[in-house]
Structure formats: C-alpha cells, structure tokens
C-alpha cells in the first residue's frame, strides 16, 4: 500500500454540522412528557370515572387523524413516531371539563393539531401551544358546552347549606360569583369541579417534579410564572395559596408554557415569558369577565416570543456590536 492510499484511508470523512450526538430525542422527550401526565390522567379517572378515559381517546383520535392526514398532504408520510399529537391529546383532554360530548373532544383535538401546528408547517414550526389552540377554539365555539362542570363524587362536602345549587361551579367561579372559597386540602388533592386535569394540583406536581429531574423542561418558566402570580395575588389583596392551587395555573405553568417551540429559549427570556404569563393570568383572574386566564396569558405570551427572543438573545462570541 502506497502513502496516499494509506492518507486516503486514515483521513476522516468531514460531514456537514452539527457534529454534536445526544441521546435526547424528540421521541424520547415526548414519551417523558406524557409519563409525567400520568398521575393527572390517574387522577381524572379517579374523579370523574370512565368519561375522563373517553373524553382522552376522543382528543387523541382528533388529535392522531389530523396529524396523520396533515402528513399524508405534504408528502411526508405519517408522522406520528414523534409522539408530539400525542401530548397535544393528552394535554388537550386535561383542559377539557367531565361533562364536553365526545365529538367535541375530537373536534378540538382535530383543531389543535390541524390548525394549531400543521398550517404553520408541523413540528417545530407553530408559534402557538397546540393544546391551547384547541381549548381557545372550543370556548369560543361553544361556551356552554365548555363551561359545564361537574363535582367528583363526595367533592363539595364542605360546602355550607344554600350552595349545594352552586356545586357544578369551579372554584375560581365560586370565589368570583359567591365569595366562597374552596379549602386548600380539597384544591391541592384534587376534589373539586374543573377541567380533567386541574383539579388536583398534587398529581400535577408529581409530573412537574419528574419532568425536573429529568431535565426535561427548565425550572425558569415555571417558577417565575407561579411565583408572579403569588406576589400579583398578595398586593392586591388576594390569598396566593387559592390562586396557585386553583383553576390551571400549575398545568399550564409546567406542562403548557414550558412548550420548546412557543417558548423562548434564552434564560432571560424564559424568566421574562413567565413573568408576563403571570401577570397576564391575574389581570385576566382579578379585573376580566373570566374567573381563569391561564389559556389566553400563554397564547398572548406565545405571540410576543418573537420580540422577547430579540432582545434576550445571547450575543454570539466575536460578532460586532451595533454603535
């Protein structure tokens, strides 16, 4: 063997970046995400018995059919390997309340995906929370639908005599209309009216604690969500612990807002994005015509994640500074 040929041997074959390997996947995240909603999906069946379980295979067949159809129209097969569909369904189905028709739950999940995240080109290109999308869709579609609630059995008990009519209301409804507030103990375990998944704040943090060590979503977005809705709540005059246990502020804060894709990727952006959510949160909590803000405070923040990126964006190593 010649010299050049054993250089032509030796010499690595140089391939386009990134050059970078990692075990982290998309597929890999998505399945710890959905891990993580376990225990709120465990718990909403638990509450509210087989409706829950049905109403979370209606938005994941809304959610499977329109990405698949979505995938067959741009030619790129089906792709549902991701398991991106899947966590909009899931997600989408904890938004929902016990009592929505199953058609409604397809629907919704058939909007999410379809206009949530296909018109914008799939996967990594929506500027919106999917799940969201589809919630927003429903409540402006069909508003009693979406706000009929239901008690989990033996749920209410606390309940003064002359509210048992009051007893389909959430929370947040409660306190709003009556001035009646839900203990702490029935908000935190989860036996309360609501959306599948925001009754119990206990499962939720179970989820947001594995999603943590896992390292799956970052600690930034989430507490400087909650913890600007704590302070917001006690300056004017609120009590902080109802207002982070009730309604969907912890499952919006740790599963919805934590979005890669809507979401910023700068540090300082982060912590920017959770302020703004929070405080969009208890405006809309304190001063709106709804008692919950957590849907549209993420999607507005969502909108501004463009120009929050502008600002917050590290500068890159040598580049110039502009004068």
């Known amino acids: 063997m010649n ?4 250089l032509e041997r030796s010499t690595p074959t140089l391939t386009p970046s990134p ?6 996947t998309v597929r890999s995240i998505m399945l710890d995400v959905v891990i993580a909603l376990l225990p709120a999906v465990a718990a909403a069946i638990y509450f509210f018995g087989s409706q829950a379980l049905l109403i979370l295979l209606a938005t994941l067949a809304g959610t499977t059919a329109a990405e698949a159809l979505a995938g067959l129209i741009r030619h790129q097969g089906i792709p549902l390997r991701d398991g991106s569909a899947v966590v909009t369904g899931v997600l989408l189905a904890l938004c929902l309340p016990p009592t929505v028709p199953l058609w409604l739950a397809f629907l919704g999940g058939a909007f999410a995906i379809g206009i949530g995240k296909a018109v914008f080109g799939g996967l990594g290109m929506n500027v919106f929370n999917p799940a969201l999308v589809g919630r927003a869709f429903l409540v402006a579609s069909f508003p009693v639908l979406m706000t009929s609630w239901r008690w989990p059995a033996g749920g209410g008990v606390w309940m003064r005599q002359g509210f048992d009519a009051l007893a389909t209301a959430t929370p ?3 306190l709003a209309l009556e001035g009646v507030q839900t203990p702490y103990v029935e908000l935190f375990l989860g036996r309360v009216g609501g959306s599948l998944g925001e009754t119990s704040a206990l499962a939720l943090l179970i989820g947001a604690g594995y999603l943590l060590v896992r390292e799956v979503i970052d600690w930034r977005i989430p507490v400087s969500y909650i913890s600007t809705v704590a302070v917001l709540a006690l300056i004017t005059g609120r009590d902080p612990a109802f207002h982070l246990l009730a309604g969907g502020l912890v499952l919006g804060a740790c599963f919805m807002a ?3 894709v809507s979401g910023p990727v700068a540090n300082r952006g982060k912590l920017i994005f959770g302020v703004g959510c929070g ?3 208890m405006l809309i909590r304190a001063y709106g015509g709804y008692p919950e803000g957590v849907t549209y405070a ?5 909108a501004a994640v463009p120009l929050i990126e502008r600002f917050t964006k590290p500068r890159l190593f040598g580049a110039e500074v502009d004068s």
């Open 298 to 302: 993420i999607l507005f923040m969502n």
């Open 279 to 281: 405080l969009l949160t």
């Open 19 to 24: 050059h970078l390997r990692s075990p982290v």
């Open 258 to 260: 934590t979005d890669y």
């Open 3 to 6: 010299v050049e040929e054993n």
């Open 172 to 174: 947040l409804d409660l």
